[in-house]
């Protein structure tokens, strides 16, 4: 066995001598050597708990106008730290902002002292004093108590650090390296206020869908993500095996056949916010792990789908940013209903400049291998209508736009449009180039949907590898009678692209799928 194989070694040393090697950056080296100092002289460096009064931008608000305040008790990072000998002024960082602090030597003790001067960027700490106002207006912490809580090990991956004349070390910007950034979010997020922000926003676009829609009486329920059989949506899925039962199992591609049966069982009103996993390629907006909003409503039709889609974004975007004309990735887009309505072949004439809805599959994949898809050849026609769609049409709508009665034979799951059964009741919302919201009248007979199946089933036998699977319970549950039901679909992380101006999903999914680091 190699020395480097041996279990409880890094490298082939032991962890202590590892981070004491000469091989290892200095700051690392002088980190190290702090935390042997911290152990001679008995400070633990890793406290159990501590229990703050506030946080940072509260404790700050406590001051009001006064020039001294109300005794505080904080924690956080340390983010700058100006050492003048007997005193030092510090900046500490929470999710809240940012807090300065000062410590003087006669206001500690003995302990607390030694541990200012073995501080480094990126610890924990704890500290308790009274509030005051320096001579330049800035909130402090007169520090009368420290406590480490823990101690940084490796320096934070800090964009730029900047020494101002007065020795204040601060922090500037973050990551230069993209990828990085992605694979240690946990860095990224210590360091760049901004993509915490992201997240901090993230969190209150969910939580305001969930009190949209409780408000509206739905329901909100859990679905499988572990499905024997997979369904929903034209996706691969991802496939894994049950030792103890002996059989495939898929991630879900979709909650659609799940929470339909639901509106069978008489819950009228149901929507899920979940994690949904497609095998598919990975690009500006797809993920294979992504979030989705799927509800569906008794009664309801997708012209009742259309004002909710309006509904719970310009809702959202209110609650959230408190405005509805927005900046996304270079384009003003108003948000403000009612939203643009057209129908699908309508808007491909329009941008595209052909009648699709008359012309053959010969010269739709004449068009799209002009387009330069070099496998034009070997699509059928809905996958063609789809690149069409997708080539010429989307990237023409900034606003939000509601296409809609989509063809039949692009819509498994829809009802056929009401005096035209070569359309189905369905529309997406596309905004800025990307389809935000799918929706449907449902299809509730159960022999048209057997025989959407079985037409899918015909599909997948001559290669699709994405067509959908006769499922025979979900066609059981609708034998018992769906009724009238209105479904939708939602991307959240592309709501959440759309409403903090961000250019790819994988600045908004905290632990995005990537490609093998090669770096390492």
């Known amino acids: ?21 000469p091989e290892r950056p200095k700051p690392i080296r002088d980190r190290y050597a702090k935390l042997e100092r911290l152990r001679d002289i008995e400070v633990p460096a890793y406290a159990y708990s501590f229990d703050p009064s506030d946080d940072l931008a509260s404790a700050m608000s406590k001051l009001g106008e006064e020039d001294e305040g109300p005794h505080v008790r904080i ?61 330049t207006g800035e909130v402090t912490v007169r520090v009368q108590k420290l406590a480490l809580l823990a101690k940084s090990m490796r320096p934070l991956p800090m964009g730029k650090t900047e020494v101002t004349e007065e020795g204040e070390t601060i922090v500037h ?26 997240f901090l926003t993230r969190a209150r676009i969910t939580s305001t869908l969930r009190a949209l829609l409780d408000a509206e009486g739905y329901v909100e329920v859990e679905t499988p993500i572990l499905q024997p059989l997979y369904g929903g949506a034209f996706a691969r899925p991802f496939t894994t095996h049950h030792h103890a039962l002996d059989r495939a199992l898929y991630l879900r591609i979709a909650d659609e056949l799940y929470l339909k049966r639901l509106i069978v069982g008489q819950l009228d009103r149901v929507y899920e916010i979940s994690k949904n996993f497609r095998n598919e390629g ?9 979030t989705m909003l799927e509800l569906y409503r008794a009664y309801a039709d997708y012209q009742t789908m259309m004002d909710t889609a309006e509904h719970l974004v310009t809702e959202t975007a209110l609650a959230v940013l408190g405005r509805l004309e927005i900046e996304y990735s270079g384009h003003t887009v108003s948000l403000a209903r009612p939203w643009r309505r057209i129908a699908f072949y309508d808007a491909i004439e329009n941008f595209a400049g052909f009648d699709a809805r008359t012309a053959d ?70 905004v800025a180039g990307s389809e935000l919201v799918n929706a449907f009248s449902e299809l509730n007979d159960p022999i048209d949907q057997w025989d959407r199946f079985a037409q899918q089933a015909t599909a997948r036998a001559a290669g699709d590898a ?11 549950a609708l034998e018992y009678g769906l009724p ?37």
């Open 466 to 476: 994405e067509a959908q699977i006769l499922d025979e319970d979900y066609v059981r």
């Open 1 to 21: 066995m190699a020395p480097e194989d041996q279990p409880g070694l890094r490298d082939g040393l032991p962890i202590r001598e590892w981070y004491a090697a």
């Open 75 to 135: 924690a956080g990072r340390l983010l700058s730290l100006r050492d003048m000998g007997k005193s030092a002024f510090a900046h500490l960082g929470d999710r809240s902002g940012r807090l300065q602090v000062y410590l003087r030597r006669d206001e500690l003790t003995e302990t607390e002292h030694e541990i200012r001067k073995l501080l480094d960027l990126g610890d924990w700490i704890g500290v308790e004093g009274p509030l005051f106002r320096t001579r």
């Open 282 to 290: 990975i690009d500006r907006t797809h993920n294979p792990e992504f």
């Open 173 to 198: 910007s973050g990551f230069s390296d993209v990828e990085s950034r992605y694979r240690q979010r946990y860095a990224d997020l210590a360091v760049n206020p901004d993509v915490r922000d992201v």
């Open 361 to 430: 599959t010969e010269e739709l994949r004449r068009r799209v291998r002009a387009a330069g898809r070099s496998d034009a050849g070997e699509l059928g026609r809905t996958k063609l209508l789809d690149v069409v769609f997708s080539n010429w049409v989307e990237p023409e709508l900034v606003n939000p736009t509601i296409i809609f009665d989509y063809p039949i034979e692009m819509s498994p799951l829809a009802k056929p449009k009401r005096g035209d059964p070569e359309l189905a009741e369905r529309f997406e919302v596309i």
């Open 484 to 520: 009238p039901t209105g479904g939708l679909g939602m991307g959240v992380d592309r709501l959440v692209m759309l409403l903090t101006d961000k250019p790819t999903i994988r600045e908004v999914i905290l632990y995005p799928i990537l490609r093998d680091d090669e770096s390492t």
